[in-house]
């Protein structure tokens, strides 16, 4: 499985932007996908997942109301939608999938290692 995200950029705090991960390959064990992000001098942390098989969401409590996450159709797996940016939202975003159903969790995001496979990240960069 081969992941590519797309969408980042520089972005005035308050704007929005939309993520997107598209994958190739053998996409059908695919079930959690999830977006984590590494800000500047930090570790790498997930902020929010979907299931593709029911559509359930996950978010991480700082990101609520402010992350959308959905799935894709197509050659898209899944989509983030970040609103009202903030500076602390600056960092690489990854996207991440497992065939594991429960990874969508605070269970998920602590095993960090344990996804399947990564994308090569897209920047975003919120000015103040």
């Known amino acids: 499985v081969q992941l590519v995200e797309s969408g980042g950029g520089l972005v005035q705090a308050g704007g929005s932007l939309r993520l997107s991960c598209a994958a190739s390959g053998s996409v059908f064990d695919i079930d959690s996908v999830g977006w984590f992000r590494q800000a500047p001098g930090k570790e790498r942390e997930g902020v929010s997942c979907i299931n593709r098989s029911d559509g359930r969401t996950y978010y991480l409590d700082s990101v609520k109301g402010r992350h959308t996450v959905s799935r894709g159709e197509a050659d898209i797996t899944a989509y983030l939608q970040i609103d009202n940016l903030k500076p602390e939202d600056t960092g690489v975003y990854y996207c991440?999938?497992?065939?594991?159903?429960?990874?969508?969790?605070?269970?998920?995001?602590?095993?960090?290692?344990?996804?399947?496979?990564w994308g090569q990240g897209t920047q975003i960069t919120v000015s103040s």
């Open positions: 991440a999938t497992s065939s594991a159903y429960y990874y969508c969790s605070a269970f998920g995001f602590s095993r960090i290692d344990e996804w399947d496979y």
